[in-house]
């Protein structure tokens, strides 16, 4: 089974279980502004934004949550690839025509949650996500859904994030663990606090589970002592 969603497929798994707590966490952090608009990026290419992205919508729409997943990645959009569609129409071809972007919005497999794909690439990305009909946008979704997830490029490279977290209640640091330089990661935090943007959390992804605690803890708690065996299947939380 293909990395990409996880937690739609083993609800038990270590991985879902990671996804749980970042969501718990996200909450926490919300606890005393309306955290509805949540961007996520990391300093370079390929540390698992889009990744994450998904699989956050999986579990918090298993939380009860309606979710918008919405690919402001208009470089590289992948969201449709994850979720399964099509990528002729989006974001993309919303902030341009005057047609209504809600006809853009499609129901994916997963109860609860939305997608609008990134659409065509455009020539002018970061004057598309930074233009007035993407302000205006985000402010209508966010009526409309519980949460809106925002995938985004890497930060570091281009300036599409950094536009967009003035527009956004928070942002999510992905960092691919091991492979992520230092000073790259402190490049990142920096344009976000230059934009005053309010970092909830970084995420380290692609860490080894197999060495950490955290693996043996799962296999003590829900009893499985051969890893190999296939998990049971359980309802969605
Ligand atoms: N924790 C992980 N373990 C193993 N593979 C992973 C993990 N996270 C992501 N990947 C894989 O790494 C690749 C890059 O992930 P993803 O597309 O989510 O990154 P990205 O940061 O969105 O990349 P881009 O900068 O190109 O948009 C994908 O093939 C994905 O399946
Ligand atoms: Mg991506």
Redesign the pocket.
């Known amino acids: 089974m293909a ?2 969603l996880i937690t739609l497929e083993q609800t038990k798994s270590p991985i879902s279980e990671a996804f749980r707590t970042l969501r718990t966490n996200v909450q926490f952090t919300s606890v005393d502004s309306e955290t509805k608009k949540i961007m996520i990026t ?1 300093a370079g ?8 992205v998904a699989n956050l919508a999986v579990s918090m729409a298993q939380s009860g949550k309606s979710v918008l997943v919405l690919d402001a ?1 208009l470089r ?1 959009p ?1 969201q449709h690839k994850l979720f399964g569609l099509d990528n002729r129409e989006g974001l993309s071809v919303a902030l341009v025509q005057e047609q209504d972007y809600r006809s853009y919005i499609r129901e994916t497999a997963v109860s609860g949650v939305m997608v609008l794909t990134g659409g065509p690439i455009p020539p002018n990305p970061a004057e598309l996500v930074g233009s007035k009909r993407m302000k205006r946008l985000l402010e209508e979704v966010s009526e409309q859904f519980d949460i809106i997830l925002i995938d985004t ?2 930060i570091v490279a281009v300036t599409d994030p950094a536009i967009l977290a003035q527009d956004v209640d928070g942002v999510i640091l ?1 960092m691919a663990s091991g492979e992520v330089h230092k000073d790259y990661a402190q490049s990142a935090k920096e344009l976000l606090d230059k934009v005053g943007a309010k970092i909830l959390g970084v995420v380290l ?2 860490a080894d589970m197999k060495t950490s605690d955290y693996y043996y803890y799962y296999y003590y708690y829900h009893g499985s002592d051969n890893p190999k065996k296939k998990p049971k299947r359980h309802k969605n939380r």
């Open positions: 990395y990409s990391s290419p390929r540390e698992g934004k889009s990744t994450t990645d590289n992948t490029p890497p992905v992804n692609k």
